[in-house]
């Protein structure tokens, strides 16, 4: 099946420092999409990518579709401490004549006050 | 904000007992899922489910698992005979077309299997 790379796979940052991950596959994906995953809770969208060269910003946040549409980062910039969390990439796919998700490994992210 | 609810929070069950997790979606979407989440590591899919039965299911998503929506508002997932390497967080959620794959997630259920 479809396969996403997400690295790196823990980042541990100072407050105000900008970060950047990313997601890489060998599979073409119709939509990237990214969620954040905080502490016992479940994951939110934070941005959906639908083009390929895509880039969309939400705040502080930016985020590219691949011209290739095999990979995407995210970059957050000017990181506070509420950043924390686990971030995941996540690809979609046609297969079968059905819409599948997949989801990457996660990103840790630390943020030192 | 509408938002999707499971319930329980947490569920502690000894191995071979049977477990239903309890989820009511977002009330005007149409596709209902299950993912499952071990501790540290990804977001599996094990189901998805619309118009009243399983569109799409996982390897995972065995003869031990089965889901449900026995009225118009909750959606469960019942694990027959739960074993040791079922204990995870199990996450639902639920979308409306067009499906983009931005999926609404809920809380969580934390199944710990002893």
């Known amino acids: 099946g479809q396969q996403l790379n997400q690295s790196p796979q823990s980042m541990f940052i100072q407050e105000g420092e900008d970060v950047s991950m990313n997601c890489t596959s060998s599979s073409i994906f119709n939509t990237w999409l990214w969620y954040k995953q905080d502490p016992g809770e479940g994951p939110v969208l934070l941005i959906a990518?639908?083009?390929?060269?895509e880039l969309t910003s939400n705040g502080r946040l930016t985020a590219q579709f691949g011209i290739t549409r095999k990979d995407s980062f995210l970059n957050i910039s000017a990181s506070i401490p509420s950043d924390v969390g686990i971030y995941f990439c996540a690809g979609q796919y046609s297969q079968g004549g059905s819409e599948k998700l997949v989801f990457g490994k996660g990103t840790k992210l630390t943020v030192n006050p | 904000e509408p938002e999707v609810t499971q319930t329980p929070s947490h569920q502690v069950t000894q191995m071979g007992q049977e477990v239903i997790l309890r989820c009511v979606p977002i009330s005007n979407h149409l596709y209902f899922y299950w993912y499952r989440q071990i501790l540290g590591q990804k977001v599996e899919f094990l189901v998805s489910f619309y118009n009243n039965e399983i569109s799409e299911k996982s390897e995972i998503f065995d003869d031990q698992f089965s889901v449900e929506r026995p009225d118009g508002s909750n959606f469960t997932l019942k694990i027959r005979s739960t074993k040791l390497e079922d204990s995870a967080m199990y996450f639902c959620?639920?979308?409306?077309?067009?499906?983009?794959?931005?999926?609404?997630f809920g809380e969580g259920s934390r199944l710990t299997v002893l």
């Open positions: 990518l639908y083009k390929a060269g």
């Open positions: 959620a639920s979308n409306t077309p067009p499906s983009t794959g931005e999926l609404f």
